[in-house]
Each structure stands twice: as structure tokens, then as C-alpha cells.
């Protein structure tokens, strides 16, 4: 079975600055999806990032970027010049990449972040 | 906006009680999935449908159950409610399933008391 683990259970910095959240996952698979979803406090789930693990290279949207080491089976979220709507619980899940069958996501318990203004 | 649909958004309700959540996916969506999210147990996955069959079951409790009509929308029931059932149940949908992204909708909070 898959495990996702979130150490940060909570983190604080300034608006402008950059943050990382740190993710680790272990799995016995090869082809696999890691996904970081954001939750404010609307409680809405809110994809923010997806990364294929056949490839390299690192995803990247806009001022969310992600550091995927597939050898040490790490996933980390950075944030960059961090504006306040940014303020949110942060979730990392995995999939599987099969066919039909079993494509649940496996959350980690999530990390809060705050931004200070 | 994710595209997804759920009503109710919250419900309270007493032990020993049913309730039913529903849930419409994305237009064109196929997949529908339905997550619990609670305090002490986090996210959990409950029950997948694909096109009206069941395709796959986690830590789902056998008073509940769930269903995909033809029309695509799903619905999840709760019966013999008890206070632990208490939490907040995700519906999120996807294309066909295997290497899609799910697309979560706003979530029914459900307090049973």
C-alpha cells in the first residue's frame, strides 16, 4: 500500500516570500501521479500542481513549482512570492497509473500554511 | 469553479438516521469518486464509479453505499447514522480514471448528533 507523509503540520511566512512544503511518499511502483491540492477555508479541494513520475522534469505552474527526486521519493511544493489568498491547507496525494481498477488518490495529512501580510 | 455539483452542502441530521449526498460530475466525466474527510481519519477514499459500475471500494462502511445513475450523477448513502459519521464527503470526477486528475466539487458537510 502507498503512504504519503506531510512532516510540516504547520507553516507561517510573509507575504512576498517563498515557502516550501515538503513531501515524501513511498511506493513499490514505477509509474505513478503526485498531485498537490489546496484546501482555504472554504474547505474547497483546489488541484494546484500535477507531476507524471516518467518525467523529469519538474512541473510548473506560474508561481507554484514542484522539486520531484523519483530516487528518494520526494515531492516538494514551492511557492513563490506568496500572496495572502495563498493561505490554505495543503494536501500531497499520489495515484497509481493503471488501467480501470483502483485510481483512488492517497492523501498525506496536509500541511497549513499561513500567510502573514 | 471545479464543475462539480454537490447538494446538500451541509446537513444535520440525528443517530440512526439516512441520509442520501449527491453529487454531479463535469460535463463529459465519466469517473466519479467519493472521499470522507474527517477529523481524526483524514482523507479517505470511499467508493469509485465508472459509467454506472462500481469500480473500486476502500474504507467504505457497510451502511453505506453509493451509486451512478445513467445520467452520470452518483449518490452516496448513509444510513444507521452515528456520531463518528460525522465529517465532510468529497465528490470528484475525472474523464475515464487511470491518469486523469480528479476534479473535486465543494463537499457536503454532514453533523450527525
Known amino acids: 500500500a502507498q503512504t504519503v507523509t506531510q512532516s510540516q503540520p504547520e507553516m507561517s511566512v510573509q507575504e512576498a516570500e517563498t515557502v516550501t512544503l515538503s513531501c515524501t511518499y513511498d511506493?513499490?511502483?514505477?509509474?505513478?501521479?503526485l498531485f498537490w491540492y489546496k484546501q482555504p477555508p472554504s474547505r474547497q479541494m483546489i488541484l494546484v500542481i500535477r507531476?507524471?513520475?516518467?518525467?523529469?522534469q519538474n512541473a510548473t505552474e506560474n508561481r507554484f513549482s514542484v522539486n520531484f527526486q523519483k530516487a528518494a521519493k520526494s515531492f516538494s511544493l514551492k511557492i513563490s512570492d506568496s500572496q495572502l489568498g495563498d493561505t490554505a491547507m495543503y494536501f500531497c496525494?499520489?495515484?497509481?497509473?493503471?488501467?480501470?481498477?483502483?485510481?483512488?488518490?492517497?492523501f498525506g495529512t496536509g500541511t497549513r500554511l499561513t500567510i502573514i501580510p | 469553479d471545479s464543475g462539480v455539483t454537490q447538494t446538500p452542502k451541509h446537513l444535520i441530521t440525528a443517530t440512526g438516521q439516512r441520509v442520501t449526498l449527491r453529487c454531479s460530475p463535469r460535463?463529459?466525466?465519466?469517473?466519479v469518486y467519493w472521499y470522507q474527510q474527517s477529523l481524526d481519519q483524514g482523507l479517505q477514499f470511499l467508493i469509485h464509479y465508472y459509467n454506472g459500475e462500481e469500480r473500486a471500494k476502500g474504507n467504505i462502511l457497510e451502511r453505506f453505499s453509493a451509486q451512478q445513475f445513467p445520467d452520470l450523477h452518483s449518490e452516496l448513502n448513509l444510513s444507521s447514522l452515528e456520531l463518528g459519521d460525522s465529517a465532510l464527503y468529497f465528490c470528484a470526477s475525472s474523464v475515464q480514471g487511470a491518469r486523469e486528475t480528479q476534479y473535486f466539487g465543494p463537499g457536503t458537510r454532514l453533523l450527525v448528533l
Open positions: 496525494a499520489f495515484m497509481k497509473q493503471i488501467d480501470f481498477g483502483n485510481e483512488k488518490l492517497t
Open positions: 511506493t513499490s511502483e514505477n509509474n505513478y501521479y
Open positions: 460535463s463529459g466525466d465519466l469517473s
Open positions: 507531476q507524471e513520475a516518467y518525467k523529469q
